[in-house]
């Protein structure tokens, strides 16, 4: 397994390397007025974008994670508290049919 990994993660940095230099034509950005004609080469471009795109996952990410850990121990509180009235419930039947 450690193989393949280290297989795939050679065959990614070769795929980067030879994108990169196969697309150095260098691309002129502009995004409204907050980028006003920066020139970055073609590779840095995407490259950047990929990794801003993974950046917003992983914190679109992280948050949802949070939101479902609060969400887990809401629910685990109110389990706690059924398993606290069901045994409650219990002890006065039990206690009723022994009567």
């Keep these: 397994m450690k193989i393949l990994r280290t297989l795939l993660y050679g065959l990614l940095l070769a795929a980067t390397i030879t994108f990169s230099l196969k697309n150095y034509e260098s691309v002129r950005l502009r995004y409204f007025h907050l980028i006003d004609s920066v020139e970055l080469p073609l590779f840095l471009a995407v490259l950047l974008s990929v990794l801003f795109g993974m950046a917003a996952g992983g914190l679109l990410d ?9 969400a887990i121990q809401r629910e685990k509180k109110t389990m706690e508290e059924l398993e606290k009235k069901t045994a409650a419930l219990r002890s006065v039947v039990l206690s009723l049919s022994k009567e």
């Design 62 to 70: 992280a948050v949802m994670r949070l939101r479902l850990r609060r």
